[in-house]
Nanobody, 126 residues
Framework: QVQLVEYGGGLVQAGGSLRLSCAAS????????MGWFRQAPGKEREFVAG????????GYVDSVKGRFTISRDNAKTTVYLQMNSLKPEDTAVYYC???????????????????WGQGTQVTVSS
């Protein structure tokens, strides 16, 4: 069982930056693929970024490429999402998720993730 807790959400003006953190419990964090997802009001939850267990495979949804960066620190059992040049359309609840396994590639499909955090609100004002 893995527990995930997200930190770092808040209110920011367009063009600003935020860094989200997701702290995971357990000693097997290094064997999990991790992902960030978001859900805006009235919309379905969507994939934002993913990273495999080693950090060697990373992927993003097209709308955040060049602005967001996912990273992980296995020693700290934490995954991060650095968000720069934020836009009002980035406003959403952001969730991190974990999928056990030494996958060679990141995982994009939310149905494949086994564990989810409670979410953190990100609001970008225009």
């Amino acid at each position: 069982q893995v527990q995930l807790v997200e930190y770092g959400g808040g209110l920011v003006q367009a063009g600003g930056s935020l860094r989200l953190s997701c702290a995971a419990s357990g000693r097997t964090f290094s064997r999990y693929a991790m992902g960030w997802f978001r859900q805006a009001p009235g919309k379905e939850r969507e994939f934002v970024a993913g990273i495999n267990w080693s950090g060697g495979s990373i992927g993003y949804v097209d709308s955040v490429k060049g602005r967001f960066t996912i990273s992980r620190d296995n020693a700290k059992t934490t995954v991060y999402l650095q968000m720069n040049s934020l836009k009002p359309e980035d406003t959403a609840v952001y969730y991190c998720a974990a999928k056990p396994g030494l996958w060679t590639t990141y995982v994009r499909q939310q149905g494949q993730y086994d564990y989810w955090g409670q979410g953190t609100q990100v609001t970008v004002s225009s």
